[in-house]
């Protein structure tokens, strides 16, 4: 192809004039691709190498660490797939590229020659890559292919104020600084997609701020990486040399970056908190970073790297209506970094399914009746029809906020992976899914496995649930038995609380039964909400994570639900055991654990067991420790045990009542958490109040109880 220079100089030309970006696939052997990649970079001051094989005066970084980019810039990506496509890191980088850039991806010939024989999932994307807005070019081909349309609108928008870039982005900075300006707990979460100049409005408005008042700014993000841009951008605003460093001072003013955990473990005294990618931030963090500071601007990408951030506001926004009922959403959609309607971002979005959403609510509502079936959907099924496989992901997303690009890859490719759908019927005759189920195949393992497994001497890829069973409880037969797994259940949020959650639930637990399996089970962030939902549909409590899962933040919880007799066998053994291992970490590794969920555990636990045998103490004296306690008498630490074996009995009645002060007596007696702690949980003047607090609260339910 001798006509290769030619094609690719006006190709770099007609992108930087139209300020978009292409993707262009060199499909062939390595070296050949390398070479054919190098007529494309030397058109550039500097190009980044994503993958193995980099040429030697290349920027390079390996496909695992691709996240180290963000917030970076290049004009050319090379992605090397030569050894697996992985969706999450070609999404994020994706967006590295900045228009009149181009993303050249290297794939082995065989994805074209040969690709009945390739994963579904690189079936699927082969299909995709031979579509118009792709350059595609072949080893086995001798011609190139035409040069793409170059008629693209250009952004002539000026402001003289704050230097944006378009009126979306000086709206968000208005929007910014009314946080600080206006009235306290209205917090801000703005979304945009990539390269909309979120981050950068975030810098410009900070900067703004610290110039016309003494303000102290914090600045938090899941990576300092995350954050670049937006330092950058108020460095230069505010005239700062900036090199990486995680603080900038202007006059009396100052803007810090904190880690998410360092933030809530100092609380330092601030006046305005910007989070940055919060979808990526553990959802309680947020929570908790919105109680202990009155203003607040949270920033998210709708279609991130992370997960989605449109997933992320639906959950989100529950919490907000609670805490702050009158916060604000605003999204930029304008691009900043590339032309309206970029190639290379609208292949990227269809291809990852960055931008599916569910059903409208408003075809749903059209319904005459709620006629509602369940099946299984095979893998086939989804490769050959993409709108299906684009409902189903846009459930999945909107339920699962870490929900990635890499799970379609999962959903495709796993020969153990098994979908179950409700479908609604329409009153025409066709069918949408409103509801699904993914479920992952696990067990079966021989028996010398399973004990190798047991002893923690063994670890087999997959199969978390039957080996967590083995490994963390001690009950091999979880690991030669035959389950699943639940790995996402979502149902359209325009049809929740109708049952249909639950109805899916059963469907599958007849599933289960069919395919001869013994036990099926799942894993999740743990929440009251979500305890109760899963317990009402069979799946009881065997184990609670002792660590807080990095992702959601929360311990996780994992429940079964026996399906064969020889599940049932053990499954009453490991609730039991659950529930004294809980009784008796209470007071160590989950004295912290959040209050009503640890009620909850609580009279779960308590109802498995005789808790009087946990708290022996004769009722006679305890009876009269706690009379004489409740007239004034005794203190706490002389009283404990009296007040912990009633406390106990007490919670676990029918006439218990979460309240405030109930919560005090929890975390105090239940959970031994210490007096300083309880007096700055619950706001109280001091010990001595705390301590009044729990002998009124003690003295009226113990009366009221004899």
């Not at 967006?95 to 020659?113: C, E, N, Y």
């Not at 079936?123 to 072949?138: E, F, G, K, M, Y």
């Not at 009087?612 to 404990?640: H, N, V």
């Not at 676990?652 to 959970?671: E, G, N, W």
């Amino acid at each position: 192809m001798s006509d290769l220079l030619p094609f690719s100089s006006q190709l770099i030309a007609q992108a930087k004039n139209a300020n978009c970006r292409h993707l262009v696939v060199l499909a062939g052997d390595l070296a050949w691709g390398t070479e054919f990649a190098n007529s494309f970079t030397s058109g550039y001051p500097s190009y980044f190498w994503a993958g193995e094989n980099a040429p030697e005066n290349a920027d390079s970084l390996s496909i695992k660490k691709a996240k180290k980019l963000l917030g970076q810039e290049t004009h050319c990506l090379v992605f090397n797939a030569h050894n697996g496509f992985d969706a999450d890191a070609f999404g994020a980088l994706s967006g590295t590229v900045i228009g009149g850039g181009l993303l050249l991806l290297l794939v082995p010939s065989g994805w074209f020659d040969d690709t009945q024989t390739q994963l579904p999932f690189i079936q699927r994307l082969v299909r995709l890559l031979s579509q118009p807005d792709v350059l595609l070019i072949q080893q086995s081909e001798t011609c190139l292919p035409d040069l793409p349309p170059s008629d693209f609108a250009r952004n002539d928008y000026q402001d003289l104020r704050f230097n944006c870039l378009t009126q979306e982005q000086t709206l968000a900075v208005e929007a910014i600084k009314k946080v600080v300006t206006g009235h306290r707990k209205r917090p801000l979460v703005l979304t945009a997609d990539r390269g909309r100049g979120k981050s950068s409005a975030l810098g410009i408005a900070a900067a703004s701020l610290m110039t016309e008042r003494r303000i102290r700014i914090a600045v938090t993000s899941p990576s300092f990486a995350n954050v670049n841009t937006l330092f950058t951008r108020a460095a230069n605003a505010l005239g700062i040399d900036y090199n990486q460093q995680k603080s900038l001072s202007f006059e009396s003013s100052d803007m810090v970056f904190f880690a998410p955990d360092t933030l809530l473990t100092t609380l330092p005294d601030i006046d305005f908190l910007i989070v940055d990618e919060a979808a990526a931030i553990p959802a309680p963090l947020l929570s908790q970073m919105l109680s202990q500071y009155n203003r607040v601007a949270f920033a998210s990408t709708i279609h991130g790297y992370e997960g989605t951030g449109r997933g992320f506001a639906i959950k989100f926004r529950q919490q907000l209506e609670l805490q702050t009922p009158q916060w604000r959403q605003l999204s930029i959609t304008q691009p900043i970094r590339w032309a309206i309607n970029d190639p290379l971002e609208n292949w990227v979005f269809r291809a990852l399914l960055l931008d599916t959403d569910v059903i409208p609510s408003h075809r749903l509502s059209t319904r005459a009746s709620l006629e509602i079936t369940y099946r299984t959907v095979p893998t086939k099924e989804l490769i050959v029809d993409e709108a299906l496989l684009s409902s189903l992901f846009g459930l999945l997303i909107n339920a699962h906020y870490q929900t990635s690009p890499n799970d379609i890859s999962q959903l495709l490719d796993d020969a153990n992976m098994q979908l179950l759908v409700a479908e609604l019927k329409s009153d025409e005759g066709d069918s949408s899914i409103v509801g699904c189920c993914l479920v992952s195949l696990e067990g079966g393992f021989d028996t010398d496995l399973a004990q190798q497994i047991m002893l923690g001497k063994r670890r087999v890829k997959g199969h978390l649930l039957a080996q967590s069973v083995a490994a963390h409880i001690g009950i091999p037969q979880g690991a030669t038995q035959h389950c699943a797994r639940i790995l996402r259940i979502a149902v359209h949020p325009f049809l929740q609380q109708q049952g249909i959650g639950s109805s899916l639930l059963d469907f599958t637990q007849e599933w289960a039964g069919q395919q001869q399996l013994d036990y099926i089970g799942t894993s999740f962030a743990a929440a009251p909400e979500l305890v109760s939902f899963w317990r009402k549909a069979g799946f009881l409590p065997i184990r609670l994570g002792v660590t807080k899962d990095a992702s959601s933040g929360t311990h996780s919880l994992l429940t079964v639900q026996p399906i064969s007799d020889a599940a049932q066998s053990w499954q009453q053994c490991a609730v039991s055991l659950f529930s004294a291992n809980f009784l008796s970490q209470r007071v160590e590794q989950f004295n912290e654990l959040e209050n009503e969920l640890f009620i909850s555990l609580f009279q779960y636990s308590s109802a498995q067991l005789d808790i009087a045998t946990y708290m022996p103490l004769p009722l006679s004296f305890r009876d009269l420790q706690l009379s004489c306690y409740c007239q004034g008498g005794l203190g706490y630490d002389l009283a404990i045990a009296s007040i912990e074996s009633w406390l106990s009995e007490w919670v676990s009645s029918d006439d218990f009542i979460h309240d405030p002060t109930a919560a005090l007596a929890v975390v105090k007696v239940l959970q031994k958490q210490s007096w300083d702690t309880v007096v700055a949980q619950f706001s109280l003047p001091s010990r001595k109040h705390a301590e009044h607090a729990l002998r009124s609260y003690i003295t009226q339910h113990y009366q009221s109880s004899l």
